[in-house]
Nanobody
Framework: QVQLMVSGGGLVQTGGSLRLSCAAS????????MGWYRQAPGKERELVAA???????SYADSVKGRFTISRGNAKNTVDLQMNNLKPEDTAVYYC??????????????????WGRGTLVTVSS
């Protein structure tokens, strides 16, 4: 079992920045990929950014150039630096981790483990 602890989030004005951090508990499992998802009111959950083994990174088109995902050296932490935030970025953000047991897994559909959501509110 992998537990994910999330910190960060809050209220920021349009154009501001926030940083989300996520740390995975120590376990006997090796984490292959980590990512951030978000779910806005009335909308489906979407993948914001993911970083996999070999530091392969993907972003949602809506956040490219504004958000940066990074992973710690121990590979069990992941941060999301969010710059130039827009009201449409308002959502509950979730950290997730994947063990990489499924080949060619499409992370848009989710990962193995989830952290608690943290609310990001961008005021106009």
């Amino acid at each position: 079992q992998v537990q994910l602890m999330v910190s960060g989030g809050g209220l920021v004005q349009t154009g501001g920045s926030l940083r989300l951090s996520c740390a995975a508990s120590r376990s006997s499992f090796t984490i292959d990929a980590m990512g951030w998802y978000r779910q806005a009111p009335g909308k489906e959950r979407e993948l914001v950014a993911a970083i996999a083994s070999g530091d392969t990174i993907s972003y949602a088109d809506s956040v490219k150039g504004r958000f940066t995902i990074s992973r710690g050296n121990a590979k069990n932490t992941v941060d999301l630096q969010m710059n130039n935030l827009k009201p449409e970025d308002t959502a509950v953000y979730y950290c997730a981790a994947d063990l990489g047991l499924t080949l060619h897994r499409d992370y848009t559909n989710g990962m193995d483990y989830w952290g608690r959501g943290t609310l990001v509110t961008v005021s106009s």
